[in-house]
């Protein structure tokens, strides 16, 4: 979901570096969480270890999240919000929209890639991948909705708050043949 929140109003990123960037971060924190999540759901319980442990597999996970989002899921995603929302709608509503087609696309898709990777199906492997799928599903659009979606927003926000005019000129610049600095 590439919409940030700046002075009441929702803004998409302008350039691709920008949504290179906020997917990155949105891949982090919804990887990050989900697979505590599901180590604290494997231990019975959350423990301080369940944050360390987390590592372990958002080394792997992160960067499979982002490829899906990138090269897969966004698009699909604004294609299936835009059939529920027009582009005339509240901002916020469009905003849940993507954000709620990019989890009923991302949960299934990263469940699969956990139960083929943690959970050595076998011949169980459709049975684990739908349990997976179920069990992580409330918690990931929860956790993108409540909690990753306005944190990454903010943050984002951030890095590019007083950088957004330059970058803008900059790429403009770039892309009519000019050098973008000597």
Excluded at 7 to 32: C, D, H, R, S, W
Excluded at 131 to 153: E, K, S
Aim: proline share 4%; hydrophobic share 55%; aromatic share 12%.
């Amino acid at each position: 979901v590439c919409i940030l929140q700046r002075k009441g109003e929702l803004l998409m990123p302008k350039t691709k570096f920008q949504n290179v960037i906020f997917t990155l971060l949105m891949a982090f924190a919804m990887v990050y969480a989900m697979i505590c999540y599901n180590i604290a759901i494997n231990r019975g319980g959350m423990t301080n270890e369940v944050f360390m442990l987390a590592f372990h597999e958002v080394i792997i996970m992160w960067p499979v999240a982002f490829v899906l989002e990138m090269f897969v899921v966004e698009r699909l995603a604004k294609m299936l919000a835009f059939r529920l929302v027009s582009p005339d709608d509240k901002p916020i509503f469009i905003l849940l929209a993507i954000s709620s087609m990019i989890v009923c696309l991302m949960c299934p898709m990263m469940s699969l890639v956990a139960t083929i990777l943690f959970q050595n199906p076998g011949k169980e492997i459709i049975a684990l991948w739908f349990q997976t799928t179920v069990l992580n599903f409330p918690m990931a659009l929860c956790w993108q909705i409540f909690f990753a979606g306005p944190l990454v927003r903010t943050i984002f926000g951030m890095i590019f708050k007083e950088k957004e005019e330059q970058v803008m000129k900059e790429e403009s610049e770039f892309l009519e043949g000019g050098s973008v600095r000597n």
